[in-house]
């Protein structure tokens, strides 16, 4: 995918728009885009879009997770945006649920 595709800036947010299907493979190319857009712009939110993706590994928890880490030494947070039920369920169960807002495709209240 094109980082235009993946990725949008707006002032200190940063939106990535996650796949369909969130592999290794993506999860690398994703977490690298991000990296190259933190050191060269002031992120302070990042809000992962999950309203096209169905499938999602441990390495898609392991990005999160690390974005999160991340904007949490620098006082920012991470969100989970349109999150289908399976999506939510891989959240929940993995604990990412705990440390970071989900909030469920249904709900627009953002």
């Known amino acids: 995918m094109k980082n235009e595709e993946l ?3 707006k002032g200190s947010i940063l939106t990535i728009r996650v796949p369909a299907e969130l592999d290794h493979h993506l999860a690398d190319e994703i977490r690298s885009g991000a990296e ?5 712009h002031n992120i302070r939110q990042i809000d992962f879009d999950f ?3 169905t499938f999602m590994d441990s ?3 392991g990005l ?3 974005r999160f880490r991340e904007l949490q030494l620098l006082g920012g947070k991470v969100r989970a945006l349109h999150a ?6 891989i959240l929940k169960i993995s ?3 705990r440390v ?3 909030v469920p495709e249904k709900s627009w209240n953002l």
């Open 95 to 97: 604990g990412v649920s």
């Open 51 to 53: 309203g096209q993706t």
């Open 64 to 66: 999160v997770m690390g």
């Open 84 to 89: 289908n039920e399976r999506v939510r369920k």
């Open 36 to 40: 190259a857009i933190q050191s060269t």
């Open 59 to 61: 390495s898609g928890i």
């Open 100 to 102: 970071i807002e989900v």
């Open 7 to 9: 990725f949008q800036i």
